[in-house]
């Protein structure tokens, strides 16, 4: 996507072919700033701090921090030791496990001698595979756009709220959620974006919004509690949100507010789906309520608002008195019952077993085909 005119992924290896450039997302929106990273803790923090954050984007990193660790030392106990460390720093999302898992099958069989640049290779093949699954979750997307134009009598934009930040920069490129906007925008279908602020980390006010303006996609920030309101008052045509984690009953794990959205859209009959790529998919779990594991971050997230102040100085003020307990759950899990459909690199289908049973027969062993590819 652009900035500034200029086409960037949000991650990539730098000019010495080694170490590893990235989009820092905590100086997000008010300066645009690359890291040059070189080690597997540096990976580690990026990921623990969420310089990077973003599903999809963190198995993208955790695949680059191996890389790190094994330039250094591409013995046996150097990779496992890489993937522990990784594995450690988030819980919830599940594309990193999905992105170690496949990188100790991919590098574990070979030499020390071919590890570091198999590694290499195959983080940049996650990568590139990354970019295709999220330009064609743009491209099934879009569809529902054009039908809730078709909806309105094209007399107008369509109306579409967002939560969190699904977009290119929790992705490698192109975003889930955002996928579909970017590429109705282009094809010069008139829409608006809600885009809900995200507390207590802001990162749809921070990331989605600064998105959406690089873009020059129309939008409009609101309160995380407005969108009900707006739902009430015909406001919004379709939810389109992303998922760190979804079942393989259709439960979806995302950024802390989105069961209220999906409810308020239920209670409104506002279409809610929720797009992400395979990686996102769980395929052991079915019940995510119950299993899925929910990070819970530091109380300061919520007690305290980062910003700029009017001289353009980043500042951090306390919003909270002190001696007050906090509690930071990062995400919550929306039932499948709540949701519309599921937006995938293979297109859209119920958020069930049977619905993504059709779209990935694979994944389902001994279970019939629904359809062939």
């Given at each position: 996507m652009r900035v500034g005119g200029i086409a960037y992924r949000t991650i990539g290896v730098a000019s010495d072919g080694r170490s590893v450039e990235?989009?820092?997302q905590t100086k997000l929106p008010h300066r645009f700033e690359r890291l040059r990273i070189t080690t597997l803790d540096e990976a580690a923090h990026a990921i623990a701090s969420m310089q990077v954050r973003g599903a999809p984007l963190i198995g993208a990193m955790a695949a680059?921090?191996?890389c790190l660790a094994l330039h250094r030392d591409a013995s046996d106990a150097a990779l496992e030791h890489a993937i522990a460390?990784?594995?450690?720093?988030r819980p919830t999302a599940v594309n990193l496990q999905w992105a170690l898992e496949r990188c100790r099958t991919t590098l574990q069989p070979r030499s020390t001698q071919e590890r570091v640049d198999a590694a290499y290779a195959l983080a940049k093949t996650l990568c590139d595979e990354d970019v295709e699954a999220c330009a064609a979750i743009g491209r099934h997307g879009i569809a529902l756009i054009e039908d809730a134009w078709q909806r309105a009598g094209r007399a107008r934009a369509v109306n579409l709220l967002t939560h969190c930040n699904a977009g290119w920069l929790a992705t490698v490129d192109?975003?889930?959620a955002l996928a579909p906007v970017y590429l109705a925008h282009e094809r010069g279908i008139p829409l608006h974006v809600w885009v809900d602020e995200t507390r207590p980390r802001n990162q749809g006010a921070a990331l989605t919004a600064w998105e959406l303006v690089q873009h020059g996609v129309p939008h409009t920030v609101i309160a995380d509690n407005l969108g009900g309101h707006l739902m009430q008052r015909g406001q919004v045509d379709l939810c389109i949100v992303g998922s760190d984690r979804t079942t393989q009953n259709g439960d979806v794990c995302n950024k802390i507010g989105t069961y209220l959205k999906?409810?308020?859209?239920?209670?409104?009959?506002?279409?809610f789906y929720v797009a992400l790529p395979h990686s996102t998919i769980d395929w052991t779990l079915e019940d995510g309520l119950r299993e899925i594991p929910i990070e819970e971050r530091s109380g300061e997230e919520v007690s305290h608002v980062s910003g700029q102040d009017e001289r353009g100085q980043a500042c951090t003020v306390r919003i909270v008195p002190e001696g007050s307990p906090v509690a930071n759950y990062a995400f919550d899990v929306t039932p499948a019952r709540l949701i519309?459909?599921?937006?995938?690199e293979r297109g859209v289908c119920a958020a069930s077993k049977h619905g993504l049973q059709g779209l990935y027969p694979e994944k389902f062993e001994g279970a019939p085909a629904l359809f062939s590819f």
């Amino acid at each position: 996507m652009r900035v500034g005119g200029i086409a960037y992924r949000t991650i990539g290896v730098a000019s010495d072919g080694r170490s590893v450039e990235f989009i820092d997302q905590t100086k997000l929106p008010h300066r645009f700033e690359r890291l040059r990273i070189t080690t597997l803790d540096e990976a580690a923090h990026a990921i623990a701090s969420m310089q990077v954050r973003g599903a999809p984007l963190i198995g993208a990193m955790a695949a680059y921090g191996v890389c790190l660790a094994l330039h250094r030392d591409a013995s046996d106990a150097a990779l496992e030791h890489a993937i522990a460390t990784l594995r450690a720093t988030r819980p919830t999302a599940v594309n990193l496990q999905w992105a170690l898992e496949r990188c100790r099958t991919t590098l574990q069989p070979r030499s020390t001698q071919e590890r570091v640049d198999a590694a290499y290779a195959l983080a940049k093949t996650l990568c590139d595979e990354d970019v295709e699954a999220c330009a064609a979750i743009g491209r099934h997307g879009i569809a529902l756009i054009e039908d809730a134009w078709q909806r309105a009598g094209r007399a107008r934009a369509v109306n579409l709220l967002t939560h969190c930040n699904a977009g290119w920069l929790a992705t490698v490129d192109w975003g889930t959620a955002l996928a579909p906007v970017y590429l109705a925008h282009e094809r010069g279908i008139p829409l608006h974006v809600w885009v809900d602020e995200t507390r207590p980390r802001n990162q749809g006010a921070a990331l989605t919004a600064w998105e959406l303006v690089q873009h020059g996609v129309p939008h409009t920030v609101i309160a995380d509690n407005l969108g009900g309101h707006l739902m009430q008052r015909g406001q919004v045509d379709l939810c389109i949100v992303g998922s760190d984690r979804t079942t393989q009953n259709g439960d979806v794990c995302n950024k802390i507010g989105t069961y209220l959205k999906a409810l308020a859209a239920h209670d409104n009959r506002v279409p809610f789906y929720v797009a992400l790529p395979h990686s996102t998919i769980d395929w052991t779990l079915e019940d995510g309520l119950r299993e899925i594991p929910i990070e819970e971050r530091s109380g300061e997230e919520v007690s305290h608002v980062s910003g700029q102040d009017e001289r353009g100085q980043a500042c951090t003020v306390r919003i909270v008195p002190e001696g007050s307990p906090v509690a930071n759950y990062a995400f919550d899990v929306t039932p499948a019952r709540l949701i519309t459909g599921l937006i995938t690199e293979r297109g859209v289908c119920a958020a069930s077993k049977h619905g993504l049973q059709g779209l990935y027969p694979e994944k389902f062993e001994g279970a019939p085909a629904l359809f062939s590819f």
